[in-house]
C-alpha cells in the first residue's frame, strides 16, 4: 500500500537510511544521520505535498501488517514540466526479493500514466546495481543509455557509469 508521508515516519526513514546495504548505491554504503534525515530528507518528501497535489513521495507499507517497507517517487525531472516525471524507490532490505520494487513501480507507472497526464517516465541506476535494472525492467522502462559523470568523491562501482531507463506513454499504450 503507498500513502503519503508524515512526521510521524522520521523513525522509519531514519532506519532505512542507516542501513549500508539500502544505501550502498547512493552514498557507497555511508550511513546517513539521523539529523540529515529529520531536517532534509523528510521535510523535503512533505514539500512536494505542497507543490504537486499528485507526484512526490510515497511511503511504502506491507498491506497485511502495515510494516513499512520504504518508499517511492514520482518526481518532475524539472518542476516546471511535470509531465516528465522520475521514478524512484528505496526499500528495506528484510524486503528485498519480495517483489515490492515491481509491484510499487508498476503501479505509479500505470497511475502516472493514466490518471496523471505524465507524457514520460525516467530513471537512472548504477550500471553495477543489477537488481534496480531488473525492476526497472519489469515495470517497463527501456535502457536508452549509459552515461559517466565525474563525481568529487565517487563511490564504488561509479567508475562503470549509470544506466538511464525511460518510457514514453504512447509506448506504454503498446505494451
Not at 546517513?32 to 507499507?61: D, I, K, M, N, Q
Not at 524539472?78 to 516528465?84: A, K, L, V
Not at 524507490?89 to 528484510?94: I, K, Q
Request: hydrophobic fraction near 40%; charge should be negative.
Amino acid at each position: 500500500m503507498l500513502r503519503r508521508f508524515t512526521a510521524a515516519d522520521v523513525d522509519e526513514l531514519v532506519a532505512l537510511y542507516q542501513d549500508p546495504e539500502v544505501v550502498r548505491y547512493i552514498t557507497g554504503g555511508t550511513p546517513t544521520p539521523r539529523e540529515v534525515v529529520e531536517t532534509e530528507t523528510l521535510p523535503r518528501f512533505l514539500g512536494y505535498y505542497r507543490r504537486f497535489s499528485h507526484l512526490g513521495y510515497w511511503a511504502a507499507e506491507e498491506r497485511a501488517n502495515g510494516a513499512f517497507i520504504g518508499w517511492f517517487e514520482l518526481v518532475p525531472v524539472e518542476e516546471e514540466h511535470p509531465e516528465e516525471v522520475e521514478l524512484g524507490y528505496r526499500l528495506a532490505r528484510w524486503a528485498w526479493g519480495n517483489g515490492y520494487a515491481t509491484e510499487g513501480c508498476r503501479a505509479l507507472v500505470s497511475l502516472a500514466f493514466t490518471d496523471l497526464g505524465v507524457q514520460r517516465i525516467v530513471a537512472t541506476t548504477m550500471v553495477g546495481n543489477t537488481a534496480s535494472r531488473r525492476v526497472l525492467e519489469k515495470a517497463g522502462l527501456n535502457h536508452v543509455g549509459t552515461v559517466h559523470k565525474a563525481f568529487d568523491d565517487p563511490i564504488d562501482g561509479a567508475e562503470h557509469g549509470d544506466v538511464d531507463y525511460a518510457l514514453d506513454r504512447a509506448d506504454w499504450y503498446h505494451c
